[in-house]
T-cell receptor, first 113, second 115 residues
Framework: EAQVTQNPRYLITVTGKKLTVTCSQNMNHEYMSWYRQDPGLGLRQIYY???????DKGDVPEGYKVSRKEKRNFPLILESPSPNQTSLYFCASSLQGPWGEQYFGPGTRLTVT | QKEVEQDPGPLSVPEGAIVSLNCTYSNSAFQYFMWYRQYSRKGPELLMYTYSSGNKEDGRFTAQVDKSSKYISLFIRDSQPSDSATYLC???????????????FGQGTILTVHP
């Protein structure tokens, strides 16, 4: 089944404790992206990757890191999480770019206390 | 000012009504215009997309883009309770444009269609 998977789905952590949210797609897509969703703010792009080894900042990259070493994986790293990073996170992928149909993962709900 | 503005609603309509959802934008470089639908506790899914100006129809859904006014719309005809969801507009520049990998969303409009 074609899909984007994210892990974990739910995470409660404390300020400053490094964490990684994994994202994997099995559709051989070139483009992958991370978003956060907050009430009243819609989806905001954190980072995106046009292809392997190429990543770039979205609108809200502060406090996040990403890497794209393989085509299928695009982990999101929070080196020192803070409470303002409490949010619902989505990973997505598409064949070539943001203009194509993006397939979204199920989301990761992160709470930082 | 945000690059993309969308009325968050909420919008509540009776079954069978025509629904109009709208977004305005400020970046004249946007060329791809998309509408995503998001059901509660799910990731968004692409509903329709349009390149540049014009109209596009798919069943009960019609997407319109007016680049001269920097305004896009999604119309839902004969709305059904199953259309109840959050609708998000999204926009990007053309391949090769500045920041062409970025995708900018509106805030989303919560729609409820009641029987």
């Amino acid at each position: 089944e074609a899909q984007v998977t994210q892990n974990p789905r739910y995470l409660i952590t404390v300020t400053g404790k490094k964490l990684t949210v994994t994202c994997s797609q099995n559709m051989n897509h070139e483009y992958m992206s991370w978003y956060r969703q907050d009430p009243g703010l819609g989806l905001r792009q954190i980072y995106y990757s046009m292809n392997v080894e190429v990543t770039d900042k979205g609108d809200v990259p502060e406090g996040y890191k990403v890497s794209r070493k393989e085509k299928r994986n695009f982990p999101l790293i929070l080196e020192s999480p803070s409470p303002n990073q409490t949010s619902l996170y989505f990973c997505a992928s598409s064949l070539q770019g943001p203009w194509g149909e993006q397939y979204f993962g199920p989301g990761t709900r992160l709470t930082v206390t | 000012q945000k690059e993309v503005e969308q009325d968050p609603g909420p919008l509540s309509v009776p079954e069978g009504a025509i629904v109009s959802l709208n977004c305005t934008y400020s970046n004249s470089a946007f060329q791809y215009f998309m509408w995503y639908r998001q059901y509660s506790r799910k990731g968004p899914e692409l509903l329709m997309y349009t390149y540049s100006s014009g109209n596009k129809e798919d069943g009960r859904f019609t997407a319109q883009v007016d680049k001269s006014s920097k305004y896009i719309s999604l119309f839902i005809r004969d709305s059904q309770p199953s259309d109840s969801a959050t609708y998000l507009c999204a926009m990007s520049v053309d391949a090769g444009g500045t920041s062409y990998g970025k995708l900018t969303f509106g805030q989303g409009t919560i729609l409820t269609v009641h029987p």
